[in-house]
C-alpha cells in the first residue's frame, strides 16, 4: 500500500471507530453516559477544559507537567544509560562489574520503585523525575550495549587497516554505526518513561494528566476521565513518532536499507 | 622460489593459526610460507575452508599467527595499517558514511590535509568511476558499486601490498567480470603489490603473475604455478582471454590440482 492508501484508510477506521463510539453513547443509547461519555461530551470538557483550570491548572499546565518530568527522567536516564551501555559493551569487565545489579533492577517494575522514592524524596516533581528514569534507564542501557554488539566486527577490522586508533574506532565506526540501535532504544526508553509517568501521578502527584484522570475518576466525572485518557494516548502517539522523526533525520542511511545489493 | 636474490614486499614466514587451544582447537593453516615481490600479483586457489582467508587475515595483522612471521620489506610487520590495506568480500563499507566520507576514512586516520584528501578523493572516484555517487550511502549503492567504494578506499591510501579476500565472491557473474577487468588495468597501470584470495580458478588465471594452491584443511601449500607475465591475452577482456590455449592449459593444470583436494574431503 503507498503511504496515501495507508493514511486514507487509517482516517476512514478512526472516524468509523468514533461513529461507533457516537451510537453507543447517544442519548437513550445502549451505554449511560455515567458509564462512558459521547464524543460530544468529551469535546465540550476538552474545549472547556482548554481555558478554564481544573484541579488547579489548565490543561496545557497539566501536559506541560507530564511532559517536563517525562523528558527530564528521560534525558537524565539517556546521559547515564548510553554512556554505561556502550562501556559495558566496550570492556567486558566493567560489563560483569555492573552486570548483576542491572540484572537484579531489570525485572523491578518501575512503579515498585514508588514506595522508597516516597521515602526519600517524598511526592514532588523530583521523586516522579527519579521513577521516570529508573524506567528509561534499562532500555537506555540495554539498547545502547546491544547497538554496540550489532557493529559487525569486519568494520573494527576495516577500520584497523585504514589506521585507526581504538579511540577512533570507538567513536567514528563503533558508535556511528550504532546510532539507528541507540534510536530505537530512545524511543523505547520514552514509551516506558510515559507510560511509567501517567502510572506515577496516579499515585503520588499534585499535577499532569494522571493526577487529572485519578481525580475525576473519584469526582464520578467520566467525561474529564477519558479526556485525560486520550490525551495520554495521544501525546505518547506523538512523542513515538517525534522519535521516528529523529531516528530519520539523524541515521540517514537507514531508510534505503531494503534495496542494497 | 623466484627472485630469492631480492627482499620481498610481503612475506608470510612459516605461518601455523591454530583457533582454539593449540592440538585441540581447529588447525585453519600449517606451516605456509609464501613470499610476494614488488609489483607482483599473487592469487592463492583452494576449497572452501582450507584456510586461505585466514593466511590473509594473519597477512594483515588482524590476527596473530600461532606460529612463524610476517615480514614487509624484511622487517617484522608489525600491526594492521594502511600499508598493507585489505579489500574485503562483504565490502565492509561504513554504513554511516558516504562514499566520499569512507573513501576519506583512512586519510583522515592518517593525518593527511584536507585539500590533500580532497585531490585523492577526487582522483580516486574518477580512477574507479564513482564520481556520481559521491554523496550516496553504501546502502543506496549495489554490490559491485559498493565493492568499488571499497577498492577505492583501498588504493587511495596509496597501499604497497593490496590484499584481497574473495573481493568478488559475493557479487553476481555480470559484475565480477567487468571488476576483474578493472582490477587488472589497476594493476598493469600502476603495478600494485597484489595477494589476492579466491576460489575461482578462472580469477586465478586471469589475474595472477603466479598461484598459489592449497590443500584442504589444515592448509598447506601444494603447489606454486607461475603464469605468463604481462601477455598480450591478459590485457583483454576475460571472456576473450580465457579462449587462449595457455590459459586453458593452465586453468585445467590448476583445476585438476584443486579438484584433488575438495575430492578428498
Given at each position: ?10 482516517a ?11 451510537w ?45 518530568i ?11 544509560g ?11 569487565r ?18 515498585a ?41 569486519l ?6 587497516t ?35 509517568l ?5 499515585l ?41 522523526l ?13 534495496n542494497?545489493? | ?9 610481503l ?8 583457533f582454539?587451544?593449540?592440538d585441540?582447537?581447529?588447525c585453519?593453516v ?15 586457489v ?20 600461532t ?31 558516504t562514499v ?10 592518517c593525518?593527511?590535509?584536507a585539500?590533500?584528501?580532497e585531490?585523492?578523493l577526487?582522483e ?7 564520481e556520481?555517487?559521491r554523496?550516496a ?30 573481493p ?6 555480470q559484475t ?31 589475474l595472477?603473475?603466479?598461484v598459489?594452491?592449497?590443500?584442504r ?13 604481462d ?24 583445476w ?5 583436494e575438495?575430492?578428498?574431503?
Amino acid at each position: 500500500m503507498t503511504s496515501n492508501k495507508v493514511a486514507f484508510v487509517g482516517a476512514g477506521a478512526t472516524l468509523l471507530w468514533v461513529a461507533i463510539w457516537a451510537w453507543l453513547t447517544r442519548e437513550g443509547g445502549p451505554v449511560s453516559e455515567l458509564f462512558f461519555p459521547s464524543p460530544g461530551d468529551v469535546l465540550d470538557r476538552l474545549i472547556m477544559f482548554w481555558s478554564r483550570p481544573y484541579i488547579g491548572s489548565t490543561l496545557m499546565g497539566h501536559i506541560l507537567s507530564s511532559l517536563s518530568i517525562v523528558l527530564a527522567g528521560w534525558v537524565l536516564g539517556g546521559i547515564v544509560g548510553v554512556p554505561l551501555g556502550i562501556a559495558m559493551a566496550w570492556w567486558t569487565r566493567l560489563k560483569w562489574i555492573v552486570f548483576p545489579i542491572f540484572q537484579l533492577i531489570r525485572p523491578v517494575p518501575p512503579l515498585a520503585w514508588i514506595p522508597l522514592t516516597l521515602l526519600w524524596i517524598g511526592i514532588g516533581d523530583a521523586a516522579r523525575i527519579f521513577v521516570v528514569f529508573i524506567a528509561a534507564l534499562v532500555p537506555w542501557v540495554m539498547n545502547s550495549m546491544h547497538a554496540v554488539y550489532s557493529v559487525d566486527k569486519l568494520l573494527i577490522d576495516a577500520g584497523r587497516t585504514l589506521g585507526a586508533n581504538d579511540r577512533k574506532i570507538l567513536t567514528r565506526i563503533v558508535i556511528r554505526s550504532a546510532i539507528p540501535t541507540l534510536l530505537a532504544g530512545a524511543r523505547i526508553a520514552l514509551g516506558n518513561a510515559w507510560t511509567t509517568l501517567v502510572a506515577a501521578e496516579l499515585l503520588a502527584a499534585t499535577a499532569g494528566l494522571g493526577y487529572v484522570a485519578l481525580n475525576a475518576s473519584r469526582m464520578l466525572d467520566t467525561d474529564v476521565l477519558v479526556v485525560a485518557m486520550l490525551l495520554i494516548g495521544l501525546l505518547g502517539v506523538m512523542l513515538s513518532a517525534l522519535m521516528g522523526l529523529a531516528a530519520r533525520m539523524f541515521a540517514p542511511w537507514v531508510k534505503n536499507d531494503r534495496n542494497g545489493g | 622460489m623466484q627472485n630469492q636474490q631480492s627482499t620481498p614486499k610481503l612475506e608470510l614466514r612459516n605461518i601455523t593459526k591454530w583457533f582454539g587451544p593449540k592440538d585441540t582447537g581447529v588447525c585453519a593453516v600449517d606451516n605456509c610460507s609464501l613470499a610476494v615481490q614488488k609489483g607482483e600479483f599473487i592469487c592463492v586457489v583452494g576449497p572452501s575452508g582450507c584456510g586461505k582467508s585466514t593466511l590473509m587475515t594473519v597477512g594483515a595483522g588482524l590476527e596473530q599467527p600461532t606460529e612463524g612471521e610476517i615480514l614487509v620489506d624484511g622487517k617484522p610487520a608489525g600491526p594492521p595499517g594502511p600499508q598493507r590495506s585489505v579489500v574485503f568480500q562483504k565490502f565492509a563499507l561504513f554504513p554511516s558514511e558516504t562514499v566520499a566520507q569512507n573513501i576519506k576514512f583512512g586519510l583522515q586516520m592518517c593525518g593527511v590535509d584536507a585539500k590533500e584528501q580532497e585531490r585523492r578523493l577526487v582522483e580516486q572516484l574518477k580512477i574507479m568511476k564513482l564520481e556520481q555517487f559521491r554523496d550516496a550511502y553504501p546502502s543506496e549503492l549495489s554490490g559491485g558499486m559498493q565493492q568499488r567504494v571499497a577498492i577505492a578506499r583501498s588504493l587511495v591510501m596509496q597501499p604497497e601490498i593490496l590484499l584481497m579476500d574473495e573481493p568478488f565472491g559475493a557479487l553476481d557473474a555480470q559484475t565480477r567480470t567487468i571488476l576483474q577487468e578493472e582490477v587488472q588495468r589497476l594493476h598493469r597501470e600502476h603495478h600494485y603489490t597484489v595477494l589476492f584470495i579466491t576460489h575461482s580458478v578462472e580469477e586465478a588465471v586471469y589475474l595472477g603473475d603466479r598461484v598459489i594452491v592449497m590443500s584442504r584443511r589444515p592448509g598447506r601449500i601444494k603447489k606454486e604455478i607461475s603464469l605468463p607475465r604481462d601477455v598480450v591475452w591478459k590485457r583483454g577482456d576475460i571472456e576473450v582471454a580465457a579462449e587462449h590455449p595457455d590459459f586453458i592449459a593452465a586453468r585445467r593444470e590448476i583445476w585438476a590440482l584443486v579438484r584433488e583436494e575438495i575430492i578428498a574431503q
